[in-house]
């Protein structure tokens, strides 16, 4: 276990692919006090609910009678991963108008992965840490508890 310093005036990142949470700490690095500035929820219901459409099918030959069912889109996955990128570009936004130079990123592994894609080099080079865990369902002070302590198998330091 190792205690993460995270300094005044850093940005707290803590997502999943349908809340995102931008918080500042407010306090020093010994000890943190983290206060909400946005919060975004996306409304995402289930596939079923957004696809209403039955499969295609398609045909391997005209001639050929037999055919194959094509695979429904998972329009719930599908929206997770368009969530990320609208959260990613609004904290691009966010970072650049605060001039934070200290980020902390705070999300799933799969949602993490997502937004390494799209984060834009100049929020990937303020990221000192990231972590994988799902916090987005917490309190604040809940977080301020996973951040003050956190293991070293549930962060990953970014490649310089």
Do not use: C
């Not at 996306?42 to 391997?60: A, I, M, S, V």
């Not at 194959?68 to 990613?88: G, L, N, P, Q, Y």
């Not at 592994?109 to 997502?114: I, M, S, Y």
Request: hydrophobic content about 40%; overall charge positive; cysteine-free.
């Amino acid at each position: 276990m190792g205690k993460l310093k995270i300094p005044h005036g850093a940005i707290v990142f803590v997502g999943d692919g349908r809340k995102a949470l931008f918080l500042r700490n407010v306090g020093d690095q010994d000890y943190l006090n983290l206060k909400p500035e946005r919060v975004f929820v996306d409304e995402n219901p289930p596939t079923h609910l957004q696809g209403t459409d039955r499969p295609g099918r398609t045909f391997k030959r005209a001639a050929s009678h037999r055919s194959a069912e094509v695979s429904t889109t998972d329009w719930h996955e599908f929206e997770k991963h368009r969530f990320a990128e609208r959260v990613a570009a609004a904290l691009e936004k966010f970072v650049r108008e605060r001039e934070a130079t200290v980020l902390i990123v705070v999300a799933p592994p799969r949602t993490l992965a997502d937004l390494r894609r799209v984060f834009h080099a100049d929020v990937k080079k303020r990221i000192i840490v990231e972590i994988g865990k799902d916090l987005t369902r917490r309190s604040v002070d809940d977080i301020e508890g996973h951040l003050t302590i956190v293991s070293e198998d549930g962060l990953r330091l970014p490649k310089s």
